[in-house]
């Protein structure tokens, strides 16, 4: 008897569950449709400039540098002169160039940078997204504003307008290694697929849209070469590829430049004229200040000092608008040995036993990050801050090093939803939880993909080497940029 009233009320519950999604769907098709809405989106005469015709005002003290085609090939020869070192995608990672954050300290402060420049109004439809929106009228059409939409839980759907530039086009900003399109991979079904968050509205990304958000602003990934995979694609799908943007190289103002026998520079900023949006990348591998313990000697050994922030996030975070950190794959052995870091807290050699442990150091590291970077966003009002989740790697009957290889070709062979809440990276979602940093969480989703790594099909590979980190672009991180235009 009482298990009939329980199924009946069930039903009576799935049903009304039912109906309140349908309404739900109607509505935000509605939402969508409405020409209402769009009167809240700026109109385009907002641009100072039409985003095709640009001569830009050049208001920086060094000359810019325009990129030139050319200047673009020493980008990513930047990549092939590391053909001394082995491709050794340990975690997949290059010996990347280390320890120059004490470069940047001789760069004075820009007395100029403004901090706390607020959002514009275009900003709406982002916080309408998050359910953060305190405007009535929108919200009256908005059903599900009460509930704080988690983008990490949703599925993969097909859709041909993907990807949102060709891995033939974006050679100015591609490097080479990742561009797939480039190598001997034939299959590319990869490429034409979409994340949908359950209960997000997801905008389109265009790349005009995007720089109007981000107009007078500056975005800041920081972090390891998934990091920069994420800058580059960046690049890509806000220029869609061409080659027709008039971009600026503004390394020179955060010190970007390349040292004298450096491989390349630790990071590269760029400057969009028409509207004033800097999009940069800065290496730093485990986010921590690194300190050389010899300055004399160039084979020196760096403190990695795990509870100081990396200097150049330090030292430029008043710049930034939109900052975007990550770290993961460097925290192993192997890569503190080869980059001769020494783990350090509290200014001296780690004692405790239980911190030198790497995972424990790593996650010690990102919660004292957090915590810092959550004490300065009081002082930065405009500031958004966000904590990308580990990119998962898919290294299967081996690992890097041992012959592990990631073969599959059919997309989403494993499944296409991601139904859990909570984030499959606890350290990173640990860390952010109860400060206003957000997480950028594609663990999950990312896991879901391991088709899109560039395998085997890397051009520098040895034999027998694959590497199942970093993923083809376009690919997996376009969507991680999707997902942080719907939250800025
Ligand atoms: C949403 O954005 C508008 C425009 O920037 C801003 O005035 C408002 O405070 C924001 N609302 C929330 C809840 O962040
Ligand atoms: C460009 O944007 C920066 C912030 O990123 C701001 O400080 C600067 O004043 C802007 N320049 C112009 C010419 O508007
Ligand atoms: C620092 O490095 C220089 C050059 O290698 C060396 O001569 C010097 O002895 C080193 N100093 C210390 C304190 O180890
Ligand atoms: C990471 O550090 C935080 C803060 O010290 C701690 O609460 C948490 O349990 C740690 N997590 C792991 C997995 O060690």
Redesign the pocket.
Not at 118 to 121: A, V, W
């Given at each position: 008897m009482k298990g009939a009233t329980a199924n009946k009320l069930r039903s009576v519950k799935l049903s009304i569950t039912l109906i309140a999604l349908i309404c739900t769907t109607l509505l935000i098709w509605a939402w969508e449709k409405t020409p209402l809405l769009t009167s809240f989106i700026p109109p385009s005469e907002s641009f100072d400039v039409e985003l095709s015709m640009v001569s830009p005002v050049i208001r920086s003290e060094a000359p810019p540098t325009y990129i030139s085609f050319e200047h673009q090939q020493q980008h990513l020869e930047d990549d092939s002169s590391k053909a001394g070192t082995p491709y050794n995608p340990v975690n997949g990672l290059y010996e990347e160039n280390e320890g120059t954050d004490t470069t940047t300290s001789k760069d004075p402060v820009d007395k100029n940078a403004q901090p706390g420049i607020?959002?514009?109004?275009e900003?709406?439809l982002s916080?309408i997204s998050d359910g953060?929106?305190?405007d009535d009228i929108v919200s009256s059409w908005v059903p599900l504003k009460k509930k704080e939409c988690n983008y990490a839980k949703g599925k993969w759907i097909a859709d041909e307008r993907r990807p949102l530039y060709s891995g033939f086009g974006c050679k100015q900003w591609l490097s080479e290694m990742w561009a797939c399109r480039l190598t001997q991979r034939t299959d590319f079904s990869f490429e034409k697929y979409r994340w949908q968050p359950e209960n997000c509205v997801m905008p389109d990304f265009t790349g005009s849209a995007f720089l109007t958000r981000m107009k007078h602003k500056t975005l800041a990934f920081i972090g390891d070469s998934l990091g920069r995979q994420q800058f580059q694609s960046m690049m890509c799908m806000i220029t869609g590829g061409r080659q027709t943007y008039v971009v600026q190289d503004i390394g020179r103002s955060y010190g970007l430049v390349k040292a004298r026998g450096a491989i390349r520079p630790d990071g590269w900023a760029y400057r969009f004229p028409t509207t004033n949006t800097t999009i940069l990348y800065y290496w730093s591998a485990s986010l921590c200040e690194l300190e050389p313990l010899n300055r004399s000697d160039p084979a020196t050994h760096y403190a990695m000092h795990l509870d100081r922030p990396a200097t150049f996030l330090k030292h430029f975070l008043p710049r930034f608008h939109v900052v975007i950190l990550n770290t993961g794959h460097h925290w192993n052995r192997g890569k503190l040995i080869a980059n001769h870091w020494e783990m350090y807290v509290g200014g001296k050699p780690i004692a405790d036993r239980r911190l030198a442990q790497i995972a424990n150091a790593k996650n010690f590291t990102v919660y004292s990050v957090m915590k810092w970077l959550d004490s300065q966003i009081p002082h930065h009002p405009g500031l958004k801050a966000f904590f990308r989740s580990i990119s998962p790697r898919h290294f299967a009957n081996g690992d890097w090093n041992t012959g592990g290889s990631c073969d599959n070709t059919a997309p989403l062979a494993g499944g296409s939803e991601v139904t859990q809440d909570s984030s499959s990276d606890p350290v990173a979602e640990g860390a952010v939880f109860g400060t206003k940093v957000k997480l950028l969480d594609i663990t999950a989703l990312s896991q879901l993909r391991d088709e899109c790594h560039v395998s085997k099909y890397s051009i520098k590979a040895s034999a027998g080497v694959n590497d199942c980190l970093h993923w083809c672009l376009p690919g997996v991180p376009d969507t991680w940029n999707e997902l942080l235009f719907a939250q800025i």
């Open positions: 607020s959002f514009p109004p900003v709406m916080n953060e929106t305190q």
